[in-house]
């Protein structure tokens, strides 16, 4: 069996990115074959490259921004211009089903309704209003319109993102969840850097993350303050992510520090490649993110025997069960997360406990292949369900049409490519002149173009 799969960045830094690398590995070493489209150069493509796996670098972006200020022409420029490269590698693919890698990136979905080739999102995120990081374009109701129309199955990496797009969606075609911990987890990797949590005059706790507003750790400092303010003095928090990718919040974060002088409590250390032997310096991991959709660091700090506190919003919830496997408390109120790391401090034996209880329970959960029984179920079952490319149809569908006249525009820009290099020559004039003479009108037939 054939597979596409769409990635939404290239870098593998991510989590979202990691589950891609992982699933390809997992779909090929069952004997289907892949390929990997990536939006641009980077780290993916080179560990797709060395793994042997084939990939191909198509510059699209994401249909949802994360700012609100964007230039809607160019969005549809650069769109139009993606989507004809990406229907060109479908119909020389041909794959059997095409794999979205999270629902910002509906290009790959397109292209599978557009030559009747079964469809795939992984669902690593919620798209509506409570993602505060995420701009929906145009609207809301538009986006989920969208992915209902074109969207075959959707596998969900909690119940709580699941629960979130079926209030809107109509086609959720698989019902089970798969959940996405951070690889490469294997219970030898966990041995190996496991150090026994012992609690020491001081708790040390630690937040693994971006340093955004939607991760939220200034709840923490606010905590933090509570616990200065009541005499307790014995606790210090760092906080891992990388400080320049979102200057402002890093410098309110900085800002309430030193107002608040907790300069002896609390530290931004930064970004760290060593996640795993940091996270086994301390006693506590915070999450303190909103609506987390699934919550990795989360499983994160349980697999290696951590205290985990977490809000009770998203699918934090779903990975803790409180007082047992780790700790919830209220999002948005200060004074519950700092009573969670009051009573921590007040019974070390019992909160150590908590820990070692979430490790095995999380071991036993997640170190398994079991987490990818929806994901395999629904490619191979989506595969049963292939239309094949090139529906009669197509004759008469407007974006199969400009899909070809952009095909044909684009063969006659590589003709002439080779003489707009040497563009100080006569000839190389006259061919730049011309380019932009047929990229205006073209731009001004799209523009006058309505689908109907």
């Keep these: 069996m054939k597979i596409l799969a769409f990635s939404h960045t290239g870098l593998t830094t991510g989590g979202a990115e990691q589950c891609l690398i992982e699933y390809v590995d997992l779909l090929m070493s069952r004997g289907h074959e892949c390929k990997v489209i990536i939006p641009h150069e980077g780290d993916m493509q080179r560990l797709l490259t060395s793994k042997k796996i084939e990939n191909r670098v198509i510059g699209y972006g994401w249909a949802i921004r994360p700012h609100k200020k964007v230039d809607a022409h160019e969005i549809r420029a650069s769109t139009g211009a993606s989507l004809a490269q990406i229907f060109h590698e479908v119909e020389k693919t041909k794959p059997d089903v095409i794999l979205v890698n999270t629902a910002v990136i509906p290009w790959g979905l397109y292209a599978g309704r557009i030559f009747g080739i079964p469809t795939v999102m992984l669902a690593h995120e919620i798209i509506n209003e409570r993602d505060p990081s995420l701009h929906v374009l145009p609207s809301y109701k538009s986006y989920i319109k969208i992915l209902n129309e074109n969207v075959d199955t959707v596998v969900y990496n909690s119940d709580f993102v ?25 219970a030898q990797l966990i041995n190996k850097l496991y150090k026994d949590n012992v609690i020491g005059d001081t708790l040390q706790m630690a937040i693994f993350g971006a340093l955004a507003p939607r991760k939220n750790q200034i709840e923490t400092l606010e905590a933090i303050k509570i616990l200065r303010d009541q005499g307790i003095k014995n606790i210090h928090v760092d906080f891992y992510g990388d400080a320049a990718a979102n200057l402002p919040y890093v410098n309110q974060m900085r800002s309430y520090i030193k107002e608040n002088s907790l300069g002896s409590l609390a530290d931004i250390k930064g970004f760290t490649t060593s996640v795993y032997e940091a996270m086994n310096q301390y006693n506590v991991v915070i999450s303190n993110s909103k609506y987390e959709p699934f919550g990795r660091t989360i499983i994160e700090g349980q697999l290696f025997g951590r205290i985990v506190i977490a809000n009770s919003t998203g699918g934090g919830a779903e990975l803790i069960k409180h007082g047992e496997s780790g700790f919830l408390y209220k999002l948005g109120d200060a004074g519950s997360l700092a009573k969670q790391i009051s009573w921590v401090i007040k019974h070390p034996g019992n909160a150590v406990t908590v820990g070692k209880t979430a490790k095995g329970d999380q071991k036993r959960k997640y170190l398994t292949n079991a987490r990818y029984d929806a994901l395999i179920e629904a490619v191979e079952n989506s595969s049963r369900n292939s239309k094949g490319i090139g529906c009669e149809e197509d004759y008469f569908n407007p974006i199969s049409a400009l899909y070809e006249y952009n095909h044909v525009l684009n063969e006659r820009y590589k003709k002439i490519a080779r003489v707009i290099n040497n563009r100080y020559t006569r000839a190389g004039r006259h061919a730049t002149r011309r380019v932009v003479q047929i990229a205006k009108r073209r731009v001004k037939e799209i523009l006058a173009y309505k689908l109907k």
């Design 162 to 186: 699941k629960g979130e797009y079926e209030k809107d969606l109509n086609m959720p075609k698989t019902p089970k969840k798969i959940l996405y911990p951070l690889p490469p987890l294997s």
